[in-house]
């Protein structure tokens, strides 16, 4: 460590400490959110997603997540997707495993698709994972609309990300904010302490909320737009009019709307709709005016307004009172996408900064290897749980090369002790056949999977393995190992 890592590490302790006794609390972690709706109408993704995921920023996200809508539903497309990977989770998944990302989980719904990566070093630190889905489209009965959502412990904070596609049209808003409302009051999770999305520390909202530009002509839309002067349409956004009317849409934030309308574009082009208007039942068509449509938004939970007993309460502490555990979000960057056109709309992408105090940062098992490992040889791993969870004897400990992809993507696994639970700080010794090891050498991990709660919940530090020189020689394994040609 450097001496400036080292002054600046003593900055922050001396920090911390003054307003802890101060009687305030300040977080202490900062971590990074990307993340990216769209409407890619029914598209498959033939394009790079170098650019949508932006790959080359420094430092790199800790969380990835993506929300879709309009993905392929077509009844054999979604028997298929239920088989094996959707074409979009495999695009986005193959972008983000060889930078250290894993996809924790996703939830679909006909067109809507929510999928949530994060950097290995935090699985395990990722716990109590839900997710649902509400329908509000076609009575209900259809997933065309509604939204999607996954909830999880960050740290021990509860965050909650929900991808919404509702009700299409200009003169369908309050029909719009009526489903928002009716998906926050009527989604609910297994969770004692979080049950409904608003009683999260933190919620993210987006999606194709289809909220319009009211009252403006098209020449006047697109002359503002083609100006620069977008502020000129904010007052008739149709999301920034309702928010000043419902006190439940005022608690979500959103940002500057500095980027261009994100609907209704040409395929494969920047140019806004020119198609011909077409008629349908005897009623005019027309051309579809530009609006922000693709939106995303934060709320942190609002504190609980003071009840009478505790009003008297307060009146005689002459300082409010401080979150242990506080977190703050801070929006870095509210974009579109031009560069991709397989749509009608344009990808939005937002970056966060969500600053909190960790409620903890111990995993809940350790798992380490032991000694050195080499393919053709048996093996030996420890484990130890070293704090009382819903283990059981149906978990087992993966081995990853580094760069895997989700949970199931291991080389090999080994079942856990079967006939009692350990005890706790308990180091219990486990040997691999050799059989099992890979051929292939290189870095790999050993992860912890819970199966009560479908998560991994230890992971080794990367080690790595020997490959088979005799099965090199013998020719049983390529010659280009690991991407190294030899």
């Known amino acids: 460590m450097s001496s400036d890592d080292e002054a600046s590490e003593e900055v922050s302790r001396t920090l911390e400490e003054a307003f802890q006794l101060c009687g305030r609390f300040i977080p202490t972690d900062a971590f990074r959110i990307h993340i990216v709706t769209w409407n890619v109408a029914t598209a498959e993704p033939s394009e790079d997603a170098t650019s949508l995921l932006q790959l080359d920023a420094q430092p790199p996200p800790d969380l990835y997540v993506i929300g879709l809508q309009e993905v392929n539903a077509t009844p054999v497309r979604f028997i298929t997707d239920l088989i094996s990977e959707d074409s979009w989770s495999h695009v986005f998944t193959n972008s983000l495993a060889p930078r250290g990302f894993v996809k924790v989980t996703s939830v679909r719904m006909q067109g809507l698709l929510l999928l949530l990566f994060a950097k290995q070093i935090h699985l395990p630190y990722i716990r109590n ?170 709320r942190i939970k609002p504190k609980p307004l003071p009840s009478e007993e505790d009003d008297e309460k307060a009146s005689t502490s002459t300082d409010e009172e401080q979150d242990e555990y506080p977190v703050l979000v801070t929006q870095d960057k509210y974009t579109s996408d031009m560069s991709y056109g397989v749509s009608d709309h344009k990808p939005v992408i937002a970056t966060f900064s969500l600053e909190l105090r960790k409620v903890f940062d111990t995993p809940l098992v350790r798992v380490s290897p032991v000694g050195i490992w080499s393919a053709g040889q048996d093996a030996l791993l420890t484990y130890s749980v070293l704090e009382d969870f819903m283990s059981s004897t149906w978990d087992w400990i993966g081995l990853y090369k580094v760069g895997f992809k989700t949970a199931s993507d291991y080389e090999t696994f080994v079942w856990v002790r079967e006939n009692e639970l350990p005890e706790i700080n308990e180091v219990i010794q486990i040997s691999v056949d050799k059989g099992q090891i890979p051929l292939l050498g290189g870095q790999y991990v050993l992860g912890y999977y819970s199966t009560n709660m479908q998560s991994i919940t230890g992971l080794s530090d990367s080690f790595q393995i020997l490959e088979s020189k005799h099965a090199v020689m013998e020719g049983l394994v390529p010659e280009d190992i690991n991407g190294v040609n030899k």
């Open 129 to 298: 994972i839900q997710t649902t889905y509400t329908r509000t489209g076609v009575f209900g009965y259809w997933g065309n609309k509604g939204g999607v959502s996954v909830r999880f412990s960050f740290y021990g904070h509860m965050i909650c990300f929900l991808n919404c596609h509702l009700a299409a049209h200009m003169n369908n808003a309050l029909q719009r904010v009526d489903e928002f409302e009716y998906i926050l009051e009527t989604q609910d999770f297994d969770i004692y302490d979080t049950p409904q999305i608003r009683d999260h520390k933190v919620v993210f909202w987006f999606g194709d909320l289809n909220f319009r530009i009211a009252d403006h002509g098209l020449h006047f839309l697109r002359s503002s737009i083609n100006s620069g002067r977008l502020n000129l349409l904010w007052g008739k956004d149709q999301l920034i009019m309702m928010k000043k009317k419902e006190a439940f849409l005022q608690e979500f934030e959103e940002g500057p709307l500095n980027f261009k309308p994100t609907y209704k574009f040409d395929r494969n082009s920047d140019t806004y709709d020119t198609s011909t208007p077409k008629t349908w039942l005897g009623l005019n068509g027309k051309k579809r005016k530009p609006a922000w449509t693709d939106r995303i938004l934060w």
